[in-house]
């Protein structure tokens, strides 16, 4: 059979001499036809014949196909790749093969110039490199200078399938000679990281492999030169280069040489992988970290031997959600967290969004593997945290919201509010932050430090906040005090309740804002076991209006306590009837006229729309129609003293409607307001004002008249009211026609109409004047009136309306009130 063998190859050779010599002939085909026909007879022949036999066959070719690879014609280089390709794969006598191969190929990869222009050709170069070193192993050691000046070339070729098979390559070269590839790896670093942001995912995933490698297995120190391109590949868009970026950090957490002195930037590699979108790669990076920190765990036992052994116990209050790391790989972040935090948090403030996003996430796992260990890093915690809770990004949000609840898990109430209370202030995102620790801290914790809490949300730095981001925040603080706490806040009611009702005050009806207040009064109300909020005002209404007190003399629209004090006395309900010698001084005082225009146009606005119906004023009645309505009532130029006129009438509208002014206490004010309202009447340029006052006066007409001395002064009200019949808004000459009637019924009993004749034909005749008005309503609504105040004189009327009727366009209406006024004089002159 080795005959038969031998004579085999020797057929084989003796067939093909003819074609090998004819590669050196000038024909570039005839030299393509003969790499063609060495092929063909060469194809599958490595099966027929024996390893000896092969060898022999090879080291015969060999030559001549190193010499192709340099020749002009591509497809004879190539033909002559592919059957190297094959000698390497195949043969026994790789070293003297590689002898010849690698200076060749360095002469075609290895300089700055590529001579190979075929991609082809050189990946099937590189594919022999690859080959040849995973079959010589560490025989390569004496090539690894070759090797790595074809490397540095092909790593960075413009042929992805070249770079990754390149990438391929290195790796397997720095496994097999770790001992001396450490002396050459560097010199990789720089290409592979110019390769690892190749456009190409695969490329990307081959060549962070590689560097895997390179780093583990060469010069350690290339983890600094590395380490930010791998981070950057952790935002990677395709899932293979994230999950091979963990793999990597992973490995080397457990097994690089020097990790040690590189854990503080490979922990937040796999950390980052923990919470990565894709469960698989989660798996895997959870996979390692605990491996990793299992064997940190073995390599430290003796020194942790007393943590291990006196293990605390499993905390009591630990978020629900989470599950807890292994001690091992707690003790690793706990170690590790000083030089880990600044960079992180650094970066949570990154123009980038998804820089962002990945801090946040990596920032709550780190927190939730150090635990009570975060205590010394709370200064540079909160800073950063309160501007991340601002972020436009909602998921570093909610982030950030679950990190400050684990401060709140694992730190301490008295410590963390001892260094973050001395800092609070109403600066964006400190309220928010806040509420979040609130909301993750004990209540044995937090129960004791109510009161320091409650003082500093209740100073007027905090609750007099303007912003409604911050209101809302507030009331979320107090919300989570409420509902952590539940009745251990009883001893801060009063903090929690002039809290509230500051951001009542100023919320501007932002519905959100109101219903979360409104729930938290509820809330307190039932911590009292009281039934309803207005309780709360009797419990704390006085000492409120007390410190209120001390600076309602400085008092503008714009001020907190004119919010707070607007909000009582809203709200307050039966609570206030017995406290208006605390509230009435602060009122009369901002009705001041000198007083801000604003305040007194809210404050009549308060009285009419809130205090109409109830008896607070009965004991102040007049020092409120003295002191507050008649001092505003008197006119002056200028739209806003025009709007506070129209607010006193209507506040004195209202309290003519809840029957005030029918006390006997203000009968020595109703002449002046008598005359103040018909001045208005005549001279004011506001229709709201005109038609207020002719509503007051149809009212209280009767009772003024009881308090003027002479009729004089009566029968001067008459040409006032005959004016307003000709004011150009419709709705006053009704209003003011409905005024006469009142009028007439104040006129005291035994009242001379002979005497005063003249007076009442004025009267009659004005009005019957609108008999003949363009608006039916008008007329229809005189002819009523008239009807009605024919009781004076119906003699004087009925002659009045005669000479009328002849004068007037329409007299339908003036015929009316004749056949009615005859009709009225027939039934007095019928006998009883």
Request: hydrophobic letters at 40%.
């Amino acid at each position: 059979m080795a005959k038969q063998a031998e004579n085999s190859c020797e057929r084989l050779l003796h067939v093909i001499s003819r074609h090998l010599s004819c590669l050196k002939d000038d024909d570039k085909i005839v030299r393509k036809r003969s790499m063609e026909s060495i092929k063909k007879e060469l194809s599958g022949k490595q099966k027929t014949l024996s390893v000896k036999e092969y060898d022999k066959l090879a080291l015969v070719l060999f030559k001549p196909f190193l010499k192709c690879i340099c020749d002009p014609v591509e497809r004879v280089r190539e033909l002559s790749a592919e059957m190297i390709h094959d000698f390497v794969e195949n043969s026994s006598n790789l070293e003297e093969i590689s002898s010849y191969l690698i200076p060749i190929f360095v002469q075609r990869l290895g300089l700055q110039e590529l001579l190979e222009t075929s991609e082809e050709v050189r990946l099937l170069e590189v594919q022999t490199l690859t080959l040849l070193v995973s079959r010589l192993q560490d025989k390569m050691a004496c090539y690894l200078n070759d090797m790595i000046k074809i490397l540095v070339q092909t790593i960075e070729d413009q042929y992805p399938e070249v770079k990754k098979t390149s990438c391929i390559c290195a790796s397997q070269l720095a496994r097999v000679i770790p001992a001396h590839f450490h002396m050459q790896s560097e010199s990789l670093i720089k290409p592979l990281l110019r390769t690892v942001s190749h456009q190409h995912a695969k490329v990307r995933a081959v060549c962070v492999k590689a560097i895997g490698d390179v780093v583990q297995y060469g010069n350690n120190s290339s983890v600094n030169d590395v380490i930010s391109h791998l981070a950057q590949r952790l935002f990677d868009q395709a899932p293979i280069i994230r999950q091979a970026v963990v793999c990597v950090a992973g490995r080397w957490l457990s097994e690089l040489p020097d990790r040690y002195s590189f854990f503080s930037k490979l922990i937040p590699l796999v950390m980052t992988g923990l919470t990565d979108e894709l469960p698989n790669i989660r798996e895997d990076a959870e996979n390692q970290w605990k491996y990793a920190g299992q064997k940190y765990l073995d390599e430290n036992e003796k020194e942790v031997k007393d943590q291990l052994d006196f293990a605390k116990p499993y905390p009591d209050h630990y978020p629900s959600e989470a599950v807890r790391p292994t001690f091992g790989c707690r003790l690793l972040v706990k170690r590790h967290l000083y030089y880990i935090l600044p960079a992180l948090l650094r970066d949570l403030d990154d123009w980038v969004a998804a820089t962002r996003i990945k801090s946040a996430n990596l920032l709550y796992v780190l927190l939730l593997h150090s635990e009570e260990s975060m205590t010394s890093h709370l200064e540079k915690l909160f800073p950063a945290l309160k501007h991340a809770v601002c972020d436009e990004e909602r998921e570093v949000v909610e982030k950030v919201q679950k990190s400050a609840e684990l401060l709140g898990y694992f730190v301490k109430t008295e410590t963390w509010s001892h260094v973050y209370l001395p800092t609070l202030s109403t600066s964006p995102g400190a309220l928010l932050l806040l509420a979040f620790l609130i909301g993750g801290s004990p209540r044995t914790e937090m129960s004791p430090c109510l009161p320091s809490l409650a003082d500093v949300l209740a100073s007027p730095d905090i609750r007099y906040t303007v912003n409604s981001s911050d209101q809302l925040w507030l009331a979320t603080c107090v919300e989570y005090l409420l509902m952590i706490c539940g009745d251990d806040c009883i001893i801060i009611s009063y903090q929690l309740f002039i809290i509230l009702l500051t951001i009542q005050g100023l919320a501007e009806g932002d519905e959100k804002i109101l219903h979360q207040v409104g729930n938290c009064l509820s809330r307190l109300a039932d911590i009292h076991q009281v039934e309803n909020v207005h309780k709360l005002y009797e419990f704390h209404s006085k000492h409120l209006l007390q410190h209120l007190k001390t600076s309602h003399q400085l008092w503008t629209v714009h001020s907190p306590e004119w919010a707070v004090f607007h909000t009582v006395i809203s709200n307050g309900g039966p609570a206030l009837e017995n406290l208006t010698q605390e509230w009435m001084p602060m009122v009369i005082a901002n009705l001041h006229p000198s007083k801000d225009p604003n305040l007194r146009l809210k404050l009549f606005a308060l009285f009419s729309a809130n205090l109409n119906s109830q008896g607070y004023l009965d004991a102040h009645l007049e020092t409120f129609l003295k002191d507050g309505i008649l001092v505003n009532l008197v006119w002056h130029a200028g739209r806003t003293e025009s709007a506070m006129r129209t607010a006193v009438v209507s506040c004195l509208w209202a309290l003519v409607q809840a029957e005030k002014l029918e006390s006997k206490t203000v009968a020595l004010q109703l002449p002046q307001l008598l005359n103040l309202l018909l001045s208005l009447l005549d001279n004011d340029d506001s229709t709201s004002t005109r038609l207020m006052v002719c509503k007051v006066l149809s009212r209280i007409l009767p009772a003024v008249a009881t308090s003027l001395d002479d009729l004089q002064k009566l029968h001067k009200l008459y040409p006032v009211l005959l004016k307003r019949m000709d004011d150009v808004c419709d709705d006053v000459r009704l209003a003011a026609m409905k005024v006469f009637p009142a009028y007439f019924q104040s006129f005291p009993s035994g009242y001379n109409a002979t005497l005063y004749a003249a007076h009442v034909r004025e009267i009659y005749q004005g009005l019957l004047v609108h008999l003949d008005d363009p608006e039916v309503k008008i007329q229809d609504n005189v002819l009523e009136v008239l009807k009605q105040i024919s009781i004076i004189s119906s003699s004087v009327l009925l002659t009045e309306a005669k000479k009328a009727q002849s004068m007037h366009r329409d007299p339908s209406h003036c015929r009316a009130l004749i056949e009615h006024l005859e009709h009225l004089e027939l039934n007095q002159d019928e006998p009883n």
